[in-house]
């Protein structure tokens, strides 16, 4: 289901000459959701360090904070997923419900595999889907098999709640396992929290029953947040152009650190200065001589960096054959179909003939006249499309609050790097 915007505010952006900037970006919202969830199983109430300021973490600290029986996620597919499992074992009944969108979002894996351990659990609407009514209660659990190329959430969700279960939890995933770095980044949350999580083979997770630990814990930056700035890099021309990134996590467990690697096939080095006691350091990004003529990915492990590379390589001019996107047909937005959509305004024909892939082969349709980005309830289709600014001398973004979900100072951060962003109706 695409969504179309009535007539709303629009950003024209415009880039600067020059690149040369220092970002301090949000904190990692994945790591943020999870270590709320982690610390309030271990019933103590501190919070984390540097939470991240953006809409998805907000509602898990506003479903913790406020003792309603109706809990909002608003449009947070990571928080209808985690508080589902977890008000599973939270004493009393409660409802959780979303935005429109979320209303269409499936969840049906994660609330069969909840039953299956024992929850209580309906739907108030549509079959499958939120919202949900669930009324808490112990949960034996045991073994579980379920499906692991559907979302990783579903994984991560079950696996936090497990040390709880009175009997634990052996979950094993079947067919190809999707965004496993995500999967290993709750493990090892959990272990930050003194919990024993392991592969126990190549598709099972054993945990057994045990407490989690209390313990002050700091968050990093998020490294899906730099995959725009290291898009900024890659479309410069100027080979002087840098951009230093502070609090980032060299070795960090977030999937997509990869951006790192991805972005050094597009000629961006990525430099660590000294780390302090967390381990966070300054990264500075600087922009070489690029060599490759096309790419070729796959992007199971890391989906939310892939509108990022859809939207950069044509206007590179690089051809690219993308696979691993199966997930993107359920976030936000259908991304597949957005992005075709609004490439195509732009004149890139972007083919997507199997499930899950999405190819550029250098094809060009006519581009509209002063193109509008939709952006879909997406925060992603903003961000990845606003740095087409630099080599299209100008872009027009719809909805450009779209960001407060993931990175809420997202253009303040444009301009502070010399970006001209103007508002019109």
């Known amino acids: 289901v695409i969504i179309m915007h009535r007539q709303s ?74 508080l589902t499992a977890y008000l599973c074992l939270l004493q009393g009944e409660h409802i959780i419900t979303g935005t429109e ?42 073994q579980l098999v379920i ?40 493990l090892h949350l959990m272990h930050e929290f003194g919990v024993s999580a392991e592969w126990s083979d190549f598709d099972t997770i054993s945990v057994k029953s045990q407490a989690y630990q209390q313990r002050a814990y700091t968050i990093e930056s998020d490294w899906s947040a730099a995959s725009y700035w290291y898009e900024i890099l890659a479309l410069q021309d100027d080979l002087d152009a840098e951009v230093i990134i502070s609090g980032l996590k060299d070795g960090s467990r977030q999937g997509d650190a990869a951006v790192r690697y991805i972005f050094s096939l597009l000629g961006i080095k990525t430099n660590f200065a000294r780390k302090d006691a967390e381990g966070l350091t300054d990264a500075t990004l600087t922009r070489h001589t690029r060599m490759l003529n096309r790419m070729d990915y796959d992007f199971i492990n890391h989906p939310d960096l892939a509108q990022t590379l859809i939207a950069a390589c044509p206007v590179l001019g690089i051809p690219f054959h993308f696979t691993g996107l199966n997930s993107l047909r359920i976030k936000e937005t259908d991304r597949i179909e957005a992005m075709k959509t ?70 303040a951060d444009l301009r502070s790097a010399g970006f001209h962003i103007t508002e019109v109706e």
């Open 9 to 82: 505010m629009q950003y024209i952006i415009t880039p600067p000459q020059h690149i040369d900037t220092r970002i301090t970006l949000p904190a990692s919202k994945s790591v943020s959701n999870r270590a709320l969830i982690v610390q309030a199983l271990t019933k103590e109430g501190i919070l984390p360090e540097n939470l991240s300021d953006c809409d998805d973490t907000k509602v898990i600290l506003q479903a913790f904070s406020q003792p309603s029986d109706v809990i909002d996620i608003k449009a947070s597919g990571t928080a209808m997923r985690f």
């Open 342 to 411: 609004e490439m195509a305004k732009l004149g890139y024909v972007l083919q997507s003939r199997n499930e899950g892939e999405l190819s550029w082969e250098g094809e060009r349709c006519e581009p509209v006249s002063l193109p509008v980005i939709n952006t879909y309830e997406d925060h992603r289709m903003a961000m990845s499309f606003a740095p087409l600014a630099i080599k299209l001398g100008e872009i027009r973004i719809d909805h450009p609050e779209v960001v407060t979900k993931s990175y809420p100072h997202f253009w």
């Open 101 to 142: 969108r979320m209303k269409h979002r499936p969840i049906k894996i994660l609330v069969d595999a909840l039953r299956y351990l024992g929850a209580d659990i309906d739907y108030i609407g549509n079959e499958g889907y939120p919202p949900l009514r669930i009324r808490g209660c112990e949960l034996e659990g045991g």
């Open 147 to 186: 499906p692991g190329n559907v979302s990783s959430q579903y994984v991560s969700a079950l696996l936090m709640i497990a040390p709880i279960l009175t009997k634990g939890l052996d979950l094993k995933l079947t067919g190809e396992i999707v965004s496993r770095p995500y999967i290993d980044l709750t």
